[in-house]
């Protein structure tokens, strides 16, 4: 297991890149590409954050915005770092980060993935679908997560 350190939370740099799709690869069976993340960069609508200590990159999250929607894609964490509060407060320092004309978060994530699912709920967010054979590599379910950010900011001020 790492050491603690103090952990950065930043927006991703060209020079990430190869240690983000490393991330990737290790955590999923059809990984993006170097590539994949590189194009990624030039979107617009893409948001990539990571998780930084010592100067290594030991997680990622990466997010679209599409008007005041934000479709998360992918959070993943290095092996070595999970179950150390790392994912939820990535996907925190990435939630406060956003514009605040984003309204909504929605995301997919695989039935059988419960520690991701324990991720989510814990973050706030709620099942409200589910897309049937929607992952390949294994075949599975995708439960369809959300969180309504102005319900969260009215949370907060009451
Ligand atoms: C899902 C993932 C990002 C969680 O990151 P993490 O840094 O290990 O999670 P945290 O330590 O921040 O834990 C946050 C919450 O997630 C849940 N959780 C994390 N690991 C868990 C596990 N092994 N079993 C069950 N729940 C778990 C818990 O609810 C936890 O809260 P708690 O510690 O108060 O119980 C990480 O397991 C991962 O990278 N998995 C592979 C990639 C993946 O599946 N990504 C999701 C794609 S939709």
Known sequence: MEQAETIVFRQMRAGDI???QAIEAECFTNPW???AFADEMKNPQ??????ESGGRICAFINARI???E???NNIAVTMAWRGRGIGFALLGEFERALPEF???IT????????PAQGLYRKSGYT???IRREFYTEPPEDAFLMTKYMEKNKEGERS
């Open 33 to 35: 590409s170097i590539q």
């Open 46 to 51: 893409a948001v990539t954050f990571v998780a």
């Open 102 to 104: 984003v309204t909504f």
């Open 127 to 129: 099942q409200v679908g």
């Open 66 to 68: 599409v008007l005041d």
């Open 70 to 72: 934000v479709y998360i």
């Open 18 to 20: 190869a240690a983000v």
């Open 107 to 114: 995301l997919e994530v695989r039935a059988g993935n419960m």
